[in-house]
């Protein structure tokens, strides 16, 4: 999880506190304390073989 995929990783926190099941948070934070709070060896972020992550396809 890097810079580059701060906007759809807020995108998807914010879906889960919609939800009220991820965070007792009611928005999600900006990306710099986001991602300061988080530990770097737990970063995961799965991307389509066009590297978007995304789900849309090239081409």
Do not use: K, S
């Not at 906007?7 to 986001?34: M, R």
């Amino acid at each position: 999880m890097r810079t580059e995929h701060a906007e759809q990783v807020l995108a998807i926190y914010q879906l889960g506190i919609d939800g009220g099941d991820a965070t007792f948070e009611t928005a999600a934070p900006a990306w710099e304390a986001f991602d300061a709070a988080r530990l770097p060896g737990h970063r995961l972020v799965a991307i389509d073989g066009d590297g978007l992550g995304d789900g849309r396809a090239v081409g």
